[in-house]
């Protein structure tokens, strides 16, 4: 487990990576990463994967143009 903390920078709060951490995500200044909320109150960091990304975009115009016939089997 890595601990880092929140910190004010300006009208925002930063949380500080340190080479540790980037080497453990396989990332480095600059990257894009994602933040995504769990069920259970975690946050799970990852690094930005163009290919995931271009899948999740076309999933989504997928659904949105399905909205109907996917509320009804739902």
Do not use: Y
């Not at 995500?25 to 271009?54: C, R, W, Y």
């Not at 989504?60 to 143009?65: G, K, P, S, T």
């Amino acid at each position: 487990m890595f601990q880092t903390r929140i910190r004010k920078v300006g009208n925002s709060a930063v949380i500080t990576l340190s080479a540790d951490i980037l080497a453990a995500l396989d990332a480095a200044e600059g990257d894009t990463v994602f933040l995504t909320h769990g069920d259970d109150g975690s946050m799970k960091i990852t690094l930005h994967n163009p290919q995931l990304a271009a899948a999740l975009h076309a999933a989504r115009i997928a659904m949105d143009e399905h909205r109907d016939m996917l509320q009804a089997l739902a």
